[in-house]
Each structure stands twice: as C-alpha cells, then as structure tokens.
C-alpha cells in the first residue's frame, strides 16, 4: 500500500538468462555477469546472488565503491573493478580481494605500490576507449611482469560484436592474439583471456577464450540485431492511476499543450516522470498499456509525472499502467522505449530513479 510505482524485478529470468549464456559460453570458458550500475538498474545483490547461484563465476564492475559493496554484503566470488584514477586509493580494494583491471602505466605503478594485487591488464584492440594504447602494450606488459603485481588476465572490449559480420570483428579478435604474443615473450600467462560481451557470447564464438561477460544480455534484451537466443526480459516497469478525469474535445494537455484531444476522452495521470527516467522524448511519442491496451501518451513528460489518453475505457483511480514489460504482446518493451527516446535499452533501465522501488519477484535468492 502507498506505492504508486514499482520496476518489478522477475529474478527466474535472471537465472534463466545465466543459465543460457552460461551455456552458449565455450566449454571452459566461464561467465562473469556484469552488475555495475546496480545491476543495470535491477538491483546489484539480488541480482548477483541469483546469477552466482545459477553458473556464474565472476562479477563484473565500473567502480571499486561497487565492488566493495558485494564485499560487504558478504559476497566472496571472483570481482573486476575497472574504472578509477590511476591515483585512487586501491589498498582497500587489494585487501578485500578485489581483481583490479590496468590500462596506464600509471595505473599499474599505483596499484602494484599499493600492495600485492591481481590485475587484469586492458588492451585497446579497436574500440578506441579504455584500454592501453597498442604502442604502449609491450612495455605495460614487460612493467607488469617485473612489479609485485599477479596478472590475472588479459582483456579486450569488442566495438561492434552487436552487428554481425563486421569486418572489426575479426580484426580485434586478430589483435587480441598479438596482444597475448606478445604479453607471452615477457613471460605472462594469464589465467584468464576475456574479449567477448553480450553480443560475443552470442554471436562470436571466436572470442570466448577463458571468461566471456554477459551485460545486457543478463538483462533480457537480445544483444545482436536479427538473433533471437532466447532471453526473458528480467524488468517490468508499473504504476497506479492517480487521477483520472474526463475531458471534452478540443483541450490540451500538459505544458504548452503539445496534444490537444480530438473527441471526448478520459485522461489519467501516471506519477512518474523523468526524474524516475521517463524520458521527456517519449512526450506524444511513447506508448504504456492500459487495460491490456497501448494507449499514448499524451503531451510533454513532466519531472514527476505524465498522462496518457485513456479513450472510453473504463479506468478507476489505482488502475495499473504497464510502461514497459516482459511481454510485447501485452505491454511496451524497453527496446521500444529506447527505440523511441532515440537511445539504447541500457540508458532506459540504468536510468530507472532511485524514487522506484525495486520489488523481486521469483526464484528465492540465497545470501553470502
């Protein structure tokens, strides 16, 4: 009682989708889920308890504040951290066991400083972000092998694994071998080599290697265009009708009344908006559904709210609106929300306010 919106988390589909890509994953390769984010918006230790309980074997975030947080939740499986200043603080993280990815010889100055450290040396085979620079990968990795640090692993990040065939592909993959050569000739044997993401575990064999990380496809939503692996989308974003009215043709809605109503027809306000991450380019644009019908939404997304046009059905204070869901046949789904806020389904859920409760349905996740 009191809730006025929830993004119902389903967390059988967690475990459904770990157990699918866990499976796709080459026969020794294992599966690090990705929770940074919190978990993508879904919730960071529900979520990685459920996807640690049904095959996965490492987890997967930006921050060392994030990974400290599985730490103190009592969480003890494998942890990548890989975003921070190469002056940041590591001793923390080293002592709670965290793995440490490298990208600067400044990085791996500081952190080898810092103590006795497993790091994840990160070279930049094409993406063009993170990552060492490929002129400067023998002598990070010839650093690396004469500090007090463990390389634990050597990784790669994938450009454009979403778009079958495209011939960058193949060149990372190429690359990422080179990288390996050449981190062999100064003696470093990493226990695990991870290049593939989502769209790699499910379309690039290939690139497998010891530890593929599932990111978005944990989530639900199919990583590559044209490929259906057989994802259930894990989130379900709902809301209660607070106030409902009917009002005659010709008036307009919101601000600037950017939806004028063409008949007589019943508006009902949903109290969310994008301070909750509604986004305001879903204004006379987006869709919810209602009484298991879509219906519009009418005029400019406000920060706390919106409304949509309900036409003649029969709508009562407290009715549920479905503003995205796991099921296109019954509700919008976060890609069609993505697809109409001209973004991607990542901006969509990570960007789910902390305003919305989380609410978990499903499997019983375990603690520890």
Same mark, same amino acid.
């Given at each position: 009682?009191?809730?006025?919106?929830?993004?119902?988390?389903?967390?059988?589909?967690?475990?459904?989708?770990?157990?699918?890509?866990?499976? +796709?994953?080459?026969?020794?390769?294992?599966?690090?889920?990705?929770?940074?984010?919190?978990?993508?918006?879904?919730?960071?230790?529900?979520?990685?308890? $459920?996807?640690?309980?049904?095959? =996965?074997?490492?987890?997967?975030?930006?921050?060392?504040?994030?990974?400290?947080?599985?730490?103190?939740?009592?969480?003890?499986?494998?942890?990548? &951290?890989?975003?921070?200043?190469?002056?940041?603080?590591?001793?923390?993280?080293?002592?709670?066991?965290?793995?440490?990815?490298?990208? $600067?010889?400044?990085? +791996?100055? &500081?952190?080898?400083?810092?103590?006795? %450290?497993?790091?994840?040396?990160?070279?930049?085979?094409? @993406?063009?972000?993170?990552?060492?620079?490929?002129?400067?990968?023998?002598?990070?990795?010839?650093?690396?092998?004469?500090?007090?640090?463990?390389?634990?692993?050597?990784?790669?990040?994938? =450009?454009?694994?979403?778009?079958?065939?495209?011939?960058?592909?193949?060149? #990372?993959?190429?690359?990422?071998?080179?990288?390996? &050569?050449?981190?062999?000739?100064?003696?470093?044997?990493?226990?695990?080599?991870? @290049?593939?993401?989502?769209?790699?575990?499910?379309?690039?064999?290939?690139?497998?290697?010891? +530890?593929?990380?599932?990111?978005?496809? @944990?989530?639900?939503?199919?990583?590559?265009?044209?490929?259906?692996?057989?994802?259930?989308?894990?989130?379900?974003?709902?809301?209660?009708?607070?106030?409902?009215?009917?009002?005659?043709?010709?008036?307009?809605?919101?601000?600037?009344? #950017?939806?004028?109503?063409?008949?007589?027809?019943?508006?009902?306000?949903?109290?969310?908006?994008?301070?909750?991450?509604?986004?305001?380019?879903?204004?006379?644009?987006?869709?919810?559904?209602?009484?298991?019908?879509?219906?519009?939404?009418?005029?400019?997304?406000?920060?706390? #709210?919106?409304?949509?046009?309900?036409?003649? +059905?029969?709508?009562?204070?407290?009715?549920?609106?479905?503003?995205?869901?796991?099921?296109?046949?019954?509700?919008?789904?976060?890609?069609?929300?993505? %697809?109409? =806020? #001209? $973004?991607?389904?990542?901006?969509?859920? $990570?960007?789910?306010? %902390?305003?919305?409760?989380?609410?978990?349905?499903?499997?019983?996740?375990?603690?520890?």
């Amino acid at each position: 009682m009191g809730i006025v919106a929830e993004a119902v988390v389903d967390l059988d589909a967690i475990a459904h989708n770990t157990r699918l890509l866990a499976g +796709l994953a080459a026969p020794r390769a294992g599966t690090m889920v990705v929770v940074k984010a919190n978990a993508f918006g879904h919730g960071v230790l529900p979520v990685a308890r $459920t996807a640690l309980a049904n095959g =996965a074997s490492w987890l997967g975030v930006t921050s060392i504040a994030e990974a400290l947080e599985l730490r103190a939740a009592g969480i003890d499986a494998p942890v990548l &951290a890989w975003l921070y200043a190469h002056d940041d603080d590591f001793a923390g993280a080293i002592r709670a066991g965290v793995d440490l990815s490298v990208s $600067t010889a400044e990085h +791996l100055a &500081a952190i080898a400083a810092a103590g006795p %450290a497993n790091v994840h040396l990160k070279v930049d085979t094409g @993406l063009t972000r993170n990552g060492v620079n490929w002129a400067e990968w023998p002598a990070l990795v010839e650093a690396a092998a004469a500090l007090r640090v463990n390389v634990r692993g050597i990784w790669s990040h994938l =450009a454009s694994a979403d778009d079958p065939g495209n011939p960058s592909i193949m060149r #990372q993959v190429d690359r990422f071998e080179e990288a390996l &050569a050449i981190a062999g000739k100064s003696g470093i044997t990493p226990e695990v080599r991870h @290049l593939a993401n989502s769209a790699g575990i499910v379309d690039v064999p290939g690139a497998h290697y010891d +530890l593929v990380r599932a990111g978005l496809a @944990l989530y639900g939503v199919e990583p590559v265009d044209g490929v259906i692996a057989g994802l259930r989308r894990a989130m379900t974003l709902r809301a209660r009708a607070i106030n409902v009215k009917r009002v005659p043709s010709g008036i307009g809605v919101s601000y600037l009344h #950017q939806y004028v109503t063409d008949r007589e027809t019943t508006m009902v306000l949903v109290p969310v908006g994008y301070a909750d991450g509604v986004p305001r380019l879903l204004s006379n644009r987006g869709e919810v559904a209602l009484h298991g019908e879509r219906r519009p939404i009418a005029g400019r997304v406000a920060m706390d #709210q919106f409304v949509v046009d309900a036409g003649d +059905l029969p709508v009562a204070l407290g009715d549920e609106i479905v503003l995205f869901g796991a099921d296109p046949a019954a509700a919008p789904t976060v890609e069609e929300w993505a %697809a109409w =806020a #001209q $973004t991607n389904p990542h901006e969509i859920l $990570t960007g789910i306010g %902390a305003r919305v409760p989380r609410t978990y349905v499903g499997q019983e996740h375990p603690h520890g």
